[in-house]
């Protein structure tokens, strides 16, 4: 029968012609036009460019990476600058130390067998680097908190023959409450420099203790650190702050990481000309 016939040949009269079967869109497919171009995709697009993303500035590293390869460049700076008898020791004292080896060893190196070994204090510079963007003064938090780990380190390391050298970005602010001329910064590197007369030299001390002793401990600071810078402004005389004046250097207005590399390429130049002259 005919029913029977179109079941045989897939519901068509034998006679038919064979219909082709719809095939299904892929997703891919299904968005585009007869041209074959994807439909929403300007549409899409113009919808995006117009879409503003607010995004938390606590996810901002940008500050933190900048400060990492600042450290790093000088880390290989200082290296590259390193004398015969000096190596570098990181995240020790400081952020890099710079370590000087003992006198007693140099000296006892050229003693003749039998004689007593001479032992005399280790050189140790300690460095603290700092990438900061607003003006540095000693009422900073920062400030107070090196004056006040160099003395603890001083405390700690009467072996030892140290100097500490905080180098930043920053440059100097002035002090609302400073009453000498200038900022105390710029006074203490005057000390340290001997750019004073022994009276003026006695008065600029003078005024840096009061100024210390009228700052309030910082919270990041130590108890046992802040200790130790009390009981230096607050000597009987001038002797311990002096001392940890002249060995302190406030290494401000560093050029940034940048600088630092250019610093580095050309003391690479300078090695390899040396080099090639010894050759």
Not at 139 to 148: G, M, N, P, T, Y
Not at 266 to 277: G, K, T, V, Y
Request: with cysteine.
């Amino acid at each position: 029968t005919r029913s029977q016939a179109e079941r045989a040949v897939g519901g068509r009269h034998p006679g038919e012609p064979r219909k082709e079967r719809p095939r299904e869109l892929t997703s891919a497919e299904a968005g585009r036009g007869p041209d074959r171009q994807p439909l929403c995709s300007g549409i899409l697009l113009s919808i995006v460019s117009t879409m503003h993303f607010r995004a938390n500035p606590g996810n901002d590293a940008y500050a933190t990476i900048r400060g990492f390869v600042f450290q790093a460049n000088l880390t290989v700076l200082q290296w590259l600058n390193l004398s015969k008898n000096e190596h570098l020791e990181l995240e020790c004292g400081e952020d890099i130390d710079v370590v000087g080896k003992a006198v007693g060893d140099v000296i006892n190196q050229t003693l003749a067998p039998g004689e007593p070994p001479v032992e005399l204090a280790g050189v140790r510079e300690l460095e603290q680097l700092k990438v900061r963007a607003a003006n540095l003064t000693m009422k900073s938090e920062e400030a107070l908190q090196v004056i006040a780990r160099f003395c603890e380190h001083q405390k700690l390391n009467p072996q030892w023959i140290l100097s500490f050298r905080y180098v930043t970005t920053a440059e100097r602010g002035v002090e609302r409450d400073w009453a000498g001329s200038g900022s105390a910064i710029a006074t203490w590197e005057a000390i340290r420099l001997h750019k004073y007369g022994e009276a003026e030299e006695a008065a600029a001390v003078g005024l840096l203790a009061a100024f210390l002793r009228s700052c309030s401990q910082p919270e990041k600071v130590l108890k046992s650190s802040w200790d130790c810078l009390r009981s230096v402004v607050e000597a009987e005389n001038s002797g311990p702050l002096l001392n940890i004046i002249r060995r302190l250097e406030w290494s401000t207005g560093h050029g940034d990481y940048l600088k630092v590399r250019a610093d580095i390429k050309e003391a690479l130049a300078a090695l390899d000309n040396s080099l090639s002259r010894a050759e």
